[in-house]
């Protein structure tokens, strides 16, 4: 089925700001200016934009390290993830952490991201279960990657959705490698969702740099959580175009199979399908370019006046206060 043109275009801006904010992250690093490491997401954009385009105001997410294009969606501005990755008080976690790991902001019905890679998932079963105890027809999301598909917490929280027919949505981004450890050192199926069937919901492998696969995937998962047929498992397949972090050269990847996926781009593949319906030409990718650089100038030079956090507030935040759904 093919998508509305107001969709796609909306999808192409996403993953266009998505790429220009991650490259504005690597040049920051570069410069100096971002402390720790920094984390690229680049080959990931069809992905957290397409999933987190399937879900409602009200349903909850929780990100991980390469899905800044679902932050964006979600609408946490470029403004507050830049002053977050400058480590400055107008950052998404208040200068807390530099890079991805705490961008949480629930008012946005995102959980900030567990470094303990699948750590995040029953924490969102969780909210799952509880929009059930509540009686509210909300939906969890939660990413993980192939890596920490093969952590107990991953089987854990996806047992306990399949026994009790969470409103749950597990997107899997295998993107071939965990750190240096390919896929086929560290499990040995075909597909992370052929496991689906042991759990006892559904599976579905779909073509990570592809918009138009995930976005219908994750459209039919959600709609089918939020009717109470239970959580889905969908498998993204795709590819880590740069090192884990910005010190990993990669030596380990045969520069062939970057080459191949280079081929699958998914912001080109978007374009060449939006141009064939006419719905794009070089002028207007021009124009889109120009204003989201303008955009992200402007979010720079907002996240570099911001002021380094007061450390007496170190500890606000530690413990919750008052609800938090
Ligand atoms: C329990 C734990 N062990 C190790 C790490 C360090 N670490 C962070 S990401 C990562 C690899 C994750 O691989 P994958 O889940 O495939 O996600 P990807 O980075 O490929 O997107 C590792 C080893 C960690 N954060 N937590």
């Known amino acids: 089925m093919e998508l509305p043109p107001d969709l796609l275009h909306q999808a192409h801006y996403w ?84 890079n991805i790991h705490g961008m949480g902001d629930l008012n946005y019905g995102i959980v900030g991201f567990i470094s303990h890679l699948p750590a995040s998932l029953p924490v969102m079963v969780g909210m799952a279960h509880a929009f059930v105890l509540k009686g509210e027809a909300r939906v969890a999301m939660g990413f993980y990657g192939d890596g920490g598909s093969s952590q107990g917490l991953s089987h854990e929280a996806l047992n306990w959705a399949a026994t009790f027919r969470l409103p749950m949505v597990f997107i899997c981004e295998n993107n071939q490698y965990a750190y240096s450890t390919p896929v086929a050192r560290q499990m040995h199926v075909a597909n992370i969702a052929d496991r689906a069937l042991g759990y006892g919901m559904p599976g579905a492998v779909v073509d990570g740099n592809d918009f138009s696969a995930v976005y219908h995937a994750a459209r039919t998962a959600v709609e089918r959580a939020r009717s109470g047929e239970g959580p889905t498992l969908i498998e993204c397949k795709t590819m880590r175009m740069r090192g884990h972090a910005i010190h990993d050269n990669m030596a380990y990847v045969p520069p062939a199979l970057l080459e191949e996926w280079a081929q699958r781009d998914p912001i080109l593949r978007l374009e060449a399908h939006m141009r064939e319906r006419a719905l794009l030409d070089d002028a207007a990718l021009n124009d889109l370019l120009v204003r989201i650089e303008t955009e992200l100038d402007a979010a720079q030079a907002f996240a570099e006046q911001s002021p380094y956090p007061d450390p007496a507030t170190l500890t606000d935040g530690v413990y919750a206060e008052g609800g938090f759904l």
Do not use: C, N, W
């Not at 998505?18 to 690229?40: C, E, M, N, P, W």
């Not at 997410?61 to 969606?73: E, F, S």
């Open 15 to 98: 993953m266009r700001l998505t790429r220009a904010l991650d490259d504005r992250g690597t040049f920051l690093h570069k410069q100096s200016k971002i402390v720790g490491g920094y984390f690229s997401q680049i080959g990931h954009e069809a992905i957290s934009v397409g999933a987190a385009l399937a879900l409602g105001a009200d349903d909850v997410v929780a990100p991980m390290h390469r899905d800044l294009g679902a932050y964006l969606v979600r609408g946490i501005t470029p403004q507050r993830i830049l002053a977050q990755y400058l480590g400055r008080v107008d950052g998404v976690s208040h200068g807390r952490d530099g």
